[in-house]
């Protein structure tokens, strides 16, 4: 059992022939019983301030897991959108590859039929520039071969003369 300060205080000692002074044993032990009993009171102080130390310190502990918790489902969620701006970003580069695939396939396709109706056109124009010389020929032909053209020697209906003779 721990001693307390009234133990201290209440204590009586025997009386014997040489002894020490009983007043100055009585001073002394007052002196150590109130000594003893501001200890005893700080020491009861000192506990109650490390429990609320370790609360606060249980309480800090569970802030810095919610806070380490925090962080590493912020990190989580930073990593998972990351991943899906590179998805997305991804899908948009392949959308459009896949247009400008597309915009590729429709100029290689509206280029090759400009180039066949180019050439069609030009076979078009030579058929042309063909038929109209064949008329050309043969109206220059016709026009050396006409027999209402009257010869030098002879005079044109009516008593005229062409032009220029």
Known sequence: MALSPMDIHNKEFGHSFRGYAVEEVNEF???VAKDFEQILRENIELKDQVNQLNE?????QKMEETMHNAIVIAQEA???VKQNANREADLIRREADREAQR????ARYRASKI???HDELIKQAQVFKMRFRSFIEAQLAALEME???PQQDQSPPGGR?????
Do not use: C, F, V
Not at 56 to 60: E, F, G, I, P
């Open 103 to 106: 915009i590729i396939e429709d």
């Open 29 to 31: 032990l007052d002196r």
């Open 147 to 149: 027999e209402w053209i």
């Open 161 to 165: 003369q062409r032009l220029g003779e």
């Open 115 to 117: 180039l066949t109706e």
């Open 56 to 60: 606060k310190m249980k309480s800090y």
């Open 78 to 80: 930073a990593e998972e």
